[in-house]
């Protein structure tokens, strides 16, 4: 089981590689979506450079999940022949629109595509339909109950790989359409602070727990207003066979991923070196805390309808 990490910005993804954490995620944010830290084409050659020199372990992959349309096509080609000109430094390419792979079916890059949509992942089902469009890992939604993730892993293909976000906020929704802005414009309010800095923190009148809605180029977002932990199923998922756990650092602070990458890390270790215990993951969901936001840590949906905290009425 691998870890997969989105770093802050530049300097963290120098630490990061200086960790040899297992992956590294990085967004240009003209082809990315939900990412703290836009990497440029020119930083992320000074990253390969560093890289090299350092002769890091870290695999290095790029994250292009934002959705295209026609006038796009061309600057997204532009940026695909770019990464295939260093396609030796890249062991995947995270994508959502079949824009992507259908690009490089077209010009003949070899790139390793993970397919991540957020929440359409739901079924072993699907896979079949992967492997023919030289799709061979994906990430699975995060609304899926345990049994479901169960099943799925226990009927995936040979050499299939299958990721799961298992720290940090979770996609709840993504619209093009510039929620916020529209919103401003109809009620005339240009004083309210959070329309200014484009981000809200809402909920129905009768729940509990807050979601978080903002905006950018990319349109409207979405998320939990609670911080997903799953340390106590890490054991769990490894010996089922899954393959790659995300750390999502979007609206956290600096050095967050590299903290709970290092959590998470030591958890994995503990269970190759057969001295898991349940004890020591209570001690880390605490040590998680430090670094969270709002110090709201749940299971979600893995760990139950009760565990859905946005669902949780008053």
Same mark, same amino acid.
């Given at each position: 089981?691998?870890?997969?990490?989105?770093?802050?910005?530049?300097?963290?993804?120098?630490?990061?590689?200086?960790?040899?954490?297992?992956?590294?995620?990085?967004?240009?944010?003209?082809?990315?979506?939900?990412?703290?830290?836009?990497?440029?084409?020119?930083?992320?050659?000074?990253?390969?450079?560093?890289?090299?020199?350092?002769?890091?372990?870290?695999?290095?992959?790029?994250?292009?999940?934002?959705?295209?349309?026609?006038?796009?096509?061309?600057?997204?080609?532009?940026?695909?022949?770019?990464?295939?000109?260093?396609?030796?430094?890249?062991?995947?390419?995270?994508?959502?629109?079949?824009?992507?792979?259908?690009?490089?079916?077209?010009?003949?890059?070899?790139?390793?595509?993970?397919?991540?949509?957020?929440?359409?992942?739901?079924?072993?089902?699907?896979?079949?339909?992967?492997?023919?469009?030289?799709?061979?890992?994906?990430?699975?939604?995060?609304?899926?109950?345990?049994?479901?993730?169960?099943?799925?892993?226990?009927?995936?293909?040979?050499?299939?790989?299958?990721?799961?976000?298992?720290?940090?906020?979770?996609?709840?929704?993504?619209?093009?359409?510039?929620?916020?802005?529209?919103?401003?414009?109809?009620?005339?309010?240009?004083?309210?602070?959070?329309?200014?800095?484009?981000?809200?923190y809402i909920k129905e009148l009768n729940r509990k727990f807050t979601n978080i809605i903002y905006e950018d180029k990319h349109?409207?977002?979405?998320?939990?207003?609670?911080?997903?932990?799953? /340390?106590?199923?890490?054991?769990? /998922?490894?010996?089922?066979?899954?393959?790659?756990?995300?750390?999502?650092?979007?609206?956290?602070?600096?050095?967050?991923s590299l903290n709970i990458y290092k959590i998470y890390k030591n958890a994995i270790s503990s269970i190759k070196n057969n001295c898991f215990n349940?004890?020591?993951?209570?001690?880390?969901?605490?040590?998680?805390?430090?670094?969270?936001?709002?110090?709201?840590?749940?299971?979600?949906?893995?760990?139950?309808?009760?565990?859905?905290?946005?669902?949780?009425?008053?």
């Amino acid at each position: 089981m691998e870890i997969i990490t989105t770093p802050f910005n530049f300097n963290e993804a120098i630490e990061l590689v200086n960790e040899n954490a297992d992956i590294i995620l990085l967004t240009n944010s003209d082809f990315g979506l939900r990412n703290n830290y836009n990497c440029t084409n020119d930083e992320l050659l000074k990253i390969f450079e560093y890289h090299t020199k350092k002769k890091s372990t870290s695999k290095i992959w790029i994250n292009i999940n934002a959705f295209f349309f026609e006038q796009d096509i061309e600057k997204l080609e532009k940026y695909l022949n770019f990464l295939n000109i260093h396609i030796n430094q890249i062991d995947r390419i995270v994508f959502n629109d079949f824009a992507v792979n259908q690009i490089c079916f077209e010009q003949g890059y070899k790139f390793k595509l993970h397919y991540d949509p957020s929440t359409l992942v739901t079924s072993y089902g699907q896979f079949d339909f992967y492997i023919e469009n030289n799709i061979n890992s994906v990430s699975l939604s995060n609304e899926l109950f345990l049994p479901e993730v169960i099943t799925i892993l226990k009927n995936k293909p040979k050499d299939f790989e299958i990721a799961i976000q298992v720290h940090g906020y979770v996609f709840i929704m993504h619209s093009r359409w510039n929620l916020i802005s529209n919103f401003k414009n109809y009620v005339e309010d240009n004083n309210d602070e959070y329309i200014k800095q484009k981000v809200y923190y809402i909920k129905e009148l009768n729940r509990k727990f807050t979601n978080i809605i903002y905006e950018d180029k990319h349109g409207s977002h979405m998320l939990s207003g609670y911080e997903l932990c799953l /340390l106590n199923y890490i054991k769990q /998922l490894n010996d089922l066979g899954l393959n790659y756990i995300k750390i999502d650092d979007i609206y956290q602070t600096e050095n967050y991923s590299l903290n709970i990458y290092k959590i998470y890390k030591n958890a994995i270790s503990s269970i190759k070196n057969n001295c898991f215990n349940l004890e020591q993951i209570n001690n880390d969901i605490e040590e998680c805390k430090k670094y969270s936001k709002n110090k709201i840590l749940s299971s979600g949906f893995i760990g139950g309808i009760g565990d859905i905290l946005n669902y949780e009425k008053k």
